[in-house]
T-cell receptor
Framework: DGGITQSPKYLFRKEGQNVTLSCEQNLNHDAMYWYRQDPGQGLRLIYYSQIVNDFQKGDIAEGYSVSREKKESFPLTVTSAQKNPTAFYLC???????????????FGPGTRLTVL | AQTVTQSQPEMSVQEAETVTLSCTYDTSESDYYLFWYKQPPSRQMILVIRQEAYKQQNATENRFSVNFQKAAKSFSLKISDSQLGDAAMYFCAQTGTASKLTFGTGTRLQVTL
């Protein structure tokens, strides 16, 4: 079955530690995205990538880093510089079409990160 | 900058009745898409319906339909014949350049018997 997987589902981290969240897709999508969701707020874009080896900052990139070495994978590292990392993190992907500015994004099941 | 506003934090509807969720947006883009996503307790984001801004006809997907008023920058979602499984958070979203999605803060929909 095609889809997006995120692991782990729950993640606990001590303050001062970096942690990496995994996102893998087998939909052959070019574009991938990371969002953060906090209670009472909508999803906010952290980083996105439209092609391998290229990515751009979203609205709240500070304290996060990403890589896009393979089309299928877009891991997110939450660094110790992120002041309030406890949140629900969602990964998404979409087909990138040059002639259309927007495409449906498909979401993974999410990772709940808790800083102890 | 794009903004999406959902002014109803919570809504309630009786089973089999109809409910409308409101959404307004602001953008300087001429070409964009609008979406409604559903997030049930599992927290999986599920696309409900989408509207292409250049299409005047309102999108419809089974019991879900939208009222798209481009001049007013309004994009409401109507759910007909509400079912218990419709209970969820509903997010309005807009995308423009680079396919980046901007989300509203969501509306929690309760469905009562």
């Amino acid at each position: 079955d095609g889809g997006i997987t995120q692991s782990p589902k729950y993640l606990f981290r001590k303050e001062g530690q970096n942690v990496t969240l995994s996102c893998e897709q087998n939909l052959n999508h070019d574009a991938m995205y990371w969002y953060r969701q906090d209670p009472g707020q909508g999803l906010r874009l952290i980083y996105y990538s439209q092609i391998v080896n290229d990515f751009q900052k979203g609205d709240i990139a500070e304290g996060y880093s990403v890589s896009r070495e393979k089309k299928e994978s877009f891991p997110l590292t939450v660094t110790s510089a992120q002041k309030n990392p406890t949140a629900f993190y969602l990964c998404a992907s979409s087909i990138k079409k040059v002639s259309i500015v927007a495409n449906e994004q498909f979401f993974g099941p999410g990772t709940r990160l808790t800083v102890l | 900058a794009q903004t999406v506003t959902q002014s109803q934090p919570e809504m309630s509807v009786q089973e089999a009745e109809t409910v409308t969720l409101s959404c307004t947006y602001d953008t300087s883009e001429s070409d964009y898409y609008l979406f409604w996503y559903k997030q049930p307790p599992s927290r999986q984001m599920i696309l409900v319906i989408r509207q292409e801004a250049y299409k005047q006809q309102n999108a419809t997907e089974n019991r879900f339909s939208v009222n798209f008023q481009k001049a007013a920058k309004s994009f409401s979602l109507k759910i007909s014949d509400s079912q218990l499984g419709d209970a969820a958070m509903y997010f309005c979203a807009q995308t423009g350049t680079a396919s980046k999605l901007t989300f509203g803060t969501g509306t929690r929909l309760q469905v009562t018997l």
